[in-house]
């Protein structure tokens, strides 16, 4: 019964047949086999349809947090018997590429360390073709990259969420707090002050595309790589730059006295970051069960 729990508690948190199918690697058949063999073993209805949608019954809801403290105490097992294997804690490795380093990893790492204390969690990065290779051959147990990996025999890509940039401003610069980013347009970029990443960045070639396409040449104040530092530089320079959506949290704003004025047009930089890691069999039970993890909590983060 454990695999068909962990299967209804993926389903649940993908909240769709067809993700929770492609994340865990099952035809669609299969999972729906699955959950039918849950449902006769414990006699019980566990969804029921509302139009294309799947919604938990009552006693499906208590199943899957059953379901939830299961994996999770099965997470644990299997950490401390690798632990004692090992003659040592869990040790996971993750590749990241350089995009993700700033943005996604960092919220990943506390993720699996508030889950799992007790796990030594280490990183990597390099350029995403690196952390492939990496990957594929298993120096790296998974892998974080911006964008699409074309699957092979020995590496699977899953997408996590979609990404695009974003026109951050030091607030009272060009937009008032009455009516935030209202009298902005994608030309009033033309001749503004800006702080941009360096050249031969992913980002700075996204931007470049932009500018190009709608004949924009702003006002370039700076050209540096770090997050940090483009937010500490912008009200001394009174200038704006364009960061990732997914790096833009409320907190963040609000402590360096930013705001973020969204521009239909940014929504051509739109990037995916996936997450890849070895075929299910090359993988150590401990290790599927990280990726299980990872990606329902994406999926949750998503689906708010």
Known sequence: MLDELLVFAAVVEHSSLNRASSALNLSQPALSRKIAKLEAELGVQLFRRAGKRLE?????????????????????????????????????????SLTTLQTTLPELIRMMTAAHPEADIKAVTGKTHEIVTLVRERKADFGLVASRIEEDAAIRCVPLFDDHLELVLPRGLYVSDAAPGLALRIADLDGMPMILFAKGTWYRTLIDRLFDKYGLEPDVRMEIDSFEAILRLMHPCRAGALLPRSYLREQLLKDNDLVAVPLPELEETKRTTSLIHPEPGAMSPSIRLWIDEILSYFSRKVNR
């Open 56 to 96: 938990l019954t009552r006693i499906g809801q208590t199943t899957y947090e059953y379901a939830v403290e299961v994996r999770q105490r099965h997470f644990r097992y299997l950490q401390t018997i690798s632990g004692q294997r090992e003659g040592g804690r869990t040790t996971v490795m993750i590749g990241a």
